[in-house]
Structures are given as C-alpha cells and as structure tokens.
T-cell receptor, first 113, second 114 residues
Framework: AQSVSQHNHHVILSEAASLELGCNYSYGGTVNLFWYVQYPGQHLQLLLKYFSGDPLVKGIKGFEAEFIKSKFSFNLRKPSVQWSDTAEYFCAVKSYNNNDMRFGAGTRLTVKP | NAGVMQNPRHLVRRRGQEARLRCSPMKGHSHVYWYRQLPEEGLKFMVYLQKENIIDESGMPKERFSAEFPKEGPSILRIQQVVRGDSAAYFC????????????FGPGTRLTVT
C-alpha cells in the first residue's frame, strides 16, 4: 500500500532562513505529487503539484519542490522564509490509477520574526 | 465563486449519539472526497463519491460510518453511535470531472465526542 513520510514534525526557523521539508513516498507506479499548506485557522490550500514533465516545480509564494524519482522524494524548498509562512505543510501522493490520495502526517513550520 | 463549504465547523456529541457532517462542493464540481485527520496524524482518505454513487469507500470504517451524495443537496457523512475515538477533524474536498487530480478542500468539521 502506498504511504507518505514527512521526516520533520516541527521545524523552527528565523526569518530569511532557507527551508527544506522532506517528503518520501512508497509506491511503484505512476503518481501525482502535491504539497498543501494549512495556515492557522484556515483550510488546506494547494501550494504546488507535479503531474509530469520538469521535475522542478514552482508553486505560489516562492515555494518549489523537486521530484526525484530514484529516491521516491518530493521535497519542498524555499530560499528565504517569512513570518507569514508559519503554517502546517502536508505532502500528498495520489496514484495515477485510483482515487486514494495519501497524505503525510504534516510538518509544522514556525518562523520567528 | 464560493469554495467548498462544510457545516457545522464544530460539532459536539455525547457517546452513542449520531453525527451528521455536511459538505457542499464547489460550484460545478461533481466529485466529493471525505478525509479524517486524527491528532498528530495526516489526513486519511475515507470515501469518494460522485452524484448518487459511492465510487470508492475503501477508507471507511466498516461499521457506523456511511456517506451519501444525493442528486440535490450536500454530501453527508454520517456517524452512528459515536465513540470517543471518532473525535477528529473531518475534511471534505471536491473536484470537477475533467481534472480530478486536483482537489479543493473545505474548512473541515471538528467533531468532539464527550
């Protein structure tokens, strides 16, 4: 069965620091990959997605993620975080062949001003 | 353009009561997904419905849980005889029929069973 692992439960950074959140999945077939963000008190919003093509995906608010097929990874990055990036970030994987989207446990990011 | 709506946002039920959670998909969306988020865990897929049909309920507990998406009105997730372990946030997402890979989420319903 497919699963998604997010390595860090809570990350604390100062403003302007660089961010990388890890995401690994286990599934051998074709997958679609997503990062969602949940700001405090708000619902999940799509940050970026990968379906095919260029493995380096640009998302909103300066975020990007790189799909490395050989490592089954889809890590999220941002060169310089802001206080407003404080939120919970979820990696998600959807098999091309079924409706089951699997989410990681989430990483809580706290950015100190 | 209204997004996915869920109500109520917070629901408190005593053990043994029934909980009914509602989800109105985005306008033009005919596919609805329900997820459950337990404390300190990620979202777990429960069920996928299209209008009047359950497509995939592989994530639904076998007992006490049911879901429907009638021709008219919102999708309903129903939990009978709730227990404390049902306390969680329940999220609904919707997608349109042309690009079902992208799901739009509602704000969730937080169920507390006392």
């Amino acid at each position: 069965a497919q699963s998604v692992s997010q390595h860090n439960h809570h990350v604390i950074l100062s403003e302007a620091a660089s961010l990388e959140l890890g995401c690994n999945y286990s599934y051998g077939g074709t997958v679609n990959l997503f990062w969602y963000v949940q700001y405090p008190g708000q619902h999940l919003q799509l940050l970026l997605k990968y379906f095919s093509g260029d493995p380096l995906v640009k998302g909103i608010k300066g975020f990007e993620a790189e799909f490395i097929k050989s490592k089954f990874s889809f890590n999220l990055r941002k060169p310089s975080v802001q206080w407003s990036d404080t939120a919970e970030y979820f990696c998600a994987v959807k098999s091309y062949n079924n409706n089951d989207m699997r989410f990681g446990a989430g990483t809580r990011l706290t950015v100190k001003p | 353009n209204a997004g996915v709506m869920q109500n109520p946002r917070h629901l408190v039920r005593r053990r043994g009561q029934e909980a009914r959670l509602r989800c109105s998909p985005m306008k033009g969306h005919s596919h609805v997904y329900w997820y459950r988020q337990l404390p300190e865990e990620g979202l777990k897929f429960m069920v996928y419905l299209q209008k009047e049909n359950i497509i995939d309920e592989s994530g639904m507990p076998k007992e006490r849980f049911s879901a429907e998406f009638p021709k008219e009105g919102p999708s309903i997730l129903r939990i009978q005889q709730v227990v404390r372990g049902d306390s969680a946030a329940y999220f609904c997402a919707s997608s349109d029929s042309q690009s079902s890979y992208e799901q739009y989420f509602g704000p969730g319903t937080r169920l507390t069973v006392t």
